[in-house]
């Protein structure tokens, strides 16, 4: 799995765009500013978000970004595909050649794992994450495994 911070800069950045556009356009020296993202990242992140019609631009005096969709039809998935993010857990990308050409033993582990955490991303949205900045409770962003239970402490 190879999920960088390219990924991760580029929800962060959509998170805060969310949040702020009601107040119109948001520069991304607003975004780099309150995230400490590199300005010039950024800008090649909305670049490509701007391709994927997730962002559009507002030029001129006052312009920015705001969001080409509402946020809650825009996934995780598709922010991280936007931005050419690679998603697979497999050694062999998928090929099915891990171990000398031929598949290894892991390989239907790692690949069902790479579906589920697609699957997962896809059914978080940006209104989600928005949400959960807001204080909702969100259950998708739950974890919602039972808690370890504590050491029991041993009498001598």
């Not at 995780?76 to 857990?89: F, G, R, T």
């Not at 171990?99 to 033993?105: K, Y």
Request: proline share 4%.
């Amino acid at each position: 799995m190879r999920l960088t911070t390219k990924g991760r800069f580029a929800v962060t950045a959509m998170v805060d765009l969310a949040l702020r556009q009601t107040g119109g356009p948001v520069t991304l020296s607003a975004i780099s500013e309150r995230q400490h993202i590199s300005l010039s990242y950024l800008e090649q992140l909305f670049g490509k978000l701007r391709r994927h019609q997730l962002v559009s631009s507002v030029r001129g005096p006052g312009g920015g970004y705001n969001l080409a969709k509402a946020a809650p039809v825009i996934s995780v998935a598709d922010i991280i595909v936007a931005v050419d993010e690679s998603l697979d857990a497999t050694q062999c990308g998928g090929k099915e050649n891990c171990l000398e050409e031929r598949r290894c033993m892991t390989h239907d582990l790692w690949a069902t794992l790479n579906s589920k955490m697609f699957e997962y991303l896809r059914s978080v949205t940006l209104q989600d994450l928005v949400d959960h900045q807001r204080g909702k409770d969100v259950a998708v962003l739950k974890d919602l495994r039972t808690p370890a239970k504590p050491p029991v402490a041993m009498v001598a």
